[in-house]
Every structure is written in structure tokens, then in C-alpha cells.
């Protein structure tokens, strides 16, 4: 069964503060990672896009990649109220192509 | 640009009755997709299509239908609703395998 896992959380961080998430994964064929925020009881919106080891910045959010770890993050520089949310890592399955999406892990930004 | 459209956004039905949940997408994409969410679960894959005519399973396909007999449409037919099936039903798509996945609003149901 493939797998993507993340820390539920609640992840508490202060206003301003970098706010970092992790996600693991357990298809070593996996092509395309894909990090969503979802606001309560909203559908989940498409933030960043990743699909080579290393970093892709978009504004305030970094992606991070690492194949060989199956290791994906995401960080958030100066934290906002606004981005308190759960957020879905999500990873394709190598031979079809269909994503995997994690439990994800739940933000709170405190003022 | 509306994107993907479902409806209806919320509804309530008895045990044994059946319905069907509309999607629609104005992106002409390939792909598109039903997903389940229950609290704390995360999505779960039910049922996805790579084009007209050719639908196939997800992960949790049992207890519902699916047609796709035009690019824009994907109906979801629920036959024989079940309490387990109340949930938060979502609507995707995406151009092809690999790339982004746009979701819809999502449906709310509740099987009493």
C-alpha cells in the first residue's frame, strides 16, 4: 500500500515565524509532488508544485524535495493568520499517474 | 472561468435511496476524478476517468457508479445510500496525469 504520511499536527507557530512542514512518501517512482492548503470546511487550493530535488520558492511558500529521502517540505516565511489551514501533501503514483494525498497536517498562526 | 462546478453543494437522504452528484469542468480537461473526505482521513480516491468513455476505480469504489460520456461531465451515482457513505464529496481535474489537480466545491452528504 503506498503511503504518504504527515504529522497531523496542530503545528502552532507565532506570527512572523517560519512555519515548516514535512511530508514523506513510500513510491520510490513518484514523479510530481503537490502541496495544497484547505481552509475548514473548504475544498483544497493548489499552492506549489514540485518536481525535481531542491527548492522552488512562490512568494512567501518554499517547496523542498528530496527523491532519495522521499522526503517533501514545505515552508512558510512570516506566517500570517490568514495561512492558519490543513495542509495536504500529495504525491502521484509512479505507473498511473493518480495522487496520493496525506491526512495533513493542521496550521495555526497565532497573532 | 468557472473551473469545476458540483452540485449540489449539500443534501440529506435516507437510508436506500439514491442519487446522483453532478461535476462539471470548463478547462477541457482529460482527466477527472471523485474523491471522498472523511474527518481526518484525508481524501480517499472512489472513482477517475483519463477521457471520455474510459473510467476505472480508485481506491474506495464500492457503493458507487460513475459515466463519462462527454469531456465536461462526471457524474457520481450512489444507488443504495448507506450511513457510511455520509461525507464530503470532491470533484477534480486535471489535464493529464502528472500535472495539477483543480478541485471543486464539494458536496456535503449526510445519509440518516
Known amino acids: 500500500q503506498k503511503e504518504v504520511e504527515q504529522n497531523s499536527g496542530p503545528l502552532s507557530v507565532p506570527e512572523g515565524a517560519i512555519a515548516s512542514l514535512n511530508c514523506t512518501y513510500s513510491?520510490?517512482?513518484?514523479?510530481?509532488f503537490f502541496w495544497y492548503r484547505q481552509y475548514s470546511g473548504k475544498s483544497p487550493e493548489l499552492i506549489m508544485s514540485i518536481y525535481s530535488n531542491g527548492d522552488k520558492e512562490d512568494g512567501r511558500f518554499t517547496a523542498q524535495l528530496n527523491k532519495a529521502s522521499q522526503y517533501v517540505s514545505l515552508l512558510i516565511r512570516d506566517s500570517q493568520p490568514s495561512d492558519s489551514a490543513t495542509y495536504l501533501c500529495a504525491v502521484n503514483e509512479g505507473s498511473q499517474g493518480n495522487l496520493i494525498f496525506g491526512k495533513g497536517t493542521k496550521l495555526s498562526v497565532k497573532p | 472561468n468557472a473551473g469545476v462546478t458540483q452540485t449540489p453543494k449539500f443534501r440529506i437522504l435516507k437510508i436506500g435511496q439514491s442519487m446522483t452528484l453532478q461535476c462539471t469542468q470548463d478547462?477541457?480537461?482529460?482527466?477527472m476524478y471523485w474523491y471522498r473526505q472523511d474527518p481526518g482521513m484525508g481524501l480517499k480516491l472512489i472513482y477517475y476517468?483519463?477521457?471520455?468513455?474510459?473510467?476505472d476505480k480508485g481506491e474506495v469504489p464500492n457503493g458507487y457508479n460513475v459515466s463519462r460520456s462527454t469531456t465536461e461531465d462526471f457524474p457520481l451515482r450512489l444507488e443504495l445510500a448507506a450511513p457510511s457513505q455520509t461525507s464530503v464529496y470532491f470533484c477534480a481535474s486535471s489535464y493529464r496525469d502528472n500535472q495539477p489537480q483543480h478541485f471543486g466545491d464539494g458536496t456535503r452528504l449526510s445519509i440518516l
Open positions: 478547462m477541457n480537461h482529460n482527466y
Open positions: 513510491d520510490r517512482g513518484s514523479q510530481s
Open positions: 476517468s483519463v477521457g471520455a468513455g474510459i473510467t
